[in-house]
């Protein structure tokens, strides 16, 4: 069965400076990977995802992350951080197929502080 | 382009009362419709699927349910409501394999 984890539940950061929001997933078959962004009271937005081809994608907001098959990693970054990106991020593995269910990890808390 | 509705925005019921949430797709046909419940504080926990008209399938045992009477309408009932119902209610769509969100439902059970 497939899994996510999310270990950091919450990472403070200063303005401008970098961050890396860590996700490892577990999964016996070929996966989807899928990056969303959650502010407070609202819907869940897609930042970026992986489906196949060049392990680096690039997101919406400046956000980029790798896929590592090695070490079944998907990582999310972004150089210089502003405090508009205060929000909740979530991974997410999916193994399409009719159903194309998602997976979800337990969220990372990113707060940035001026 | 496509847009999903969900309503009300915010809900208020009284444990032991009914309820209905409504999800609408605009823009898309015969998608995958998904009905999740965030906890405070916690990750999503995916509640129903369908894969089409009538097609439905329970990820969780509990005392909600959920219909799609039509191609891009799906709601989600209870006939009567628990305080471990309150929560963030998102319903999401999905043609290919990434998922688009709806604004979600913010239900209080007192």
């Known amino acids: 069965a497939q899994s996510v984890t999310q270990l950091d539940s919450q990472v403070p950061v200063f303005e401008e400076a970098p961050v890396e929001l860590r996700c490892n997933y577990s999964?016996?078959?070929?996966?989807?990977l899928f990056w969303y962004v959650q502010y407070p009271n609202q819907g869940l937005q897609l930042l970026l995802k992986y489906l196949s081809g060049s392990t680096l994608v690039k997101g919406i907001n400046g956000f980029e992350a790798e896929f590592n098959k090695s070490q079944t990693s998907f990582h999310l970054r972004k150089p210089s951080v502003h405090i508009s990106d205060t929000a909740e991020y979530f991974c997410a593995v999916s193994v399409g197929g009719a159903t194309n269910k998602l997976i979800f990890g337990t969220g990372t808390l990113l707060a940035v502080q001026p | 382009s496509q847009t999903i509705h969900q309503w009300p925005a915010t809900l208020v019921q009284p444990v032991g009362s009914p309820l209905s949430l409504e999800c609408t797709v605009e823009g898309t046909s015969n998608p995958n419709l998904y009905w999740y419940r965030q906890a405070a504080g916690r990750g999503l926990q995916l509640l129903f699927y369908?894969?089409?008209?009538?097609?439905i399938s329970s990820e969780v045992p509990q005392n909600l349910s959920a219909s799609r009477p039509q191609d891009r309408q799906f709601i989600l009932s209870s006939k009567k409501l628990l305080l471990s119902d309150s929560g963030f209610y998102l319903c999401?769509?999905?043609?290919?394999?990434?998922?688009?969100f709806g604004p979600g439902t913010r239900l209080t059970v007192t």
């Open positions: 369908s894969v089409g008209i009538g097609q």
């Open positions: 999964s016996s078959v070929s996966v989807y």
């Open positions: 999401a769509w999905s043609v290919l394999p990434e998922q688009y």
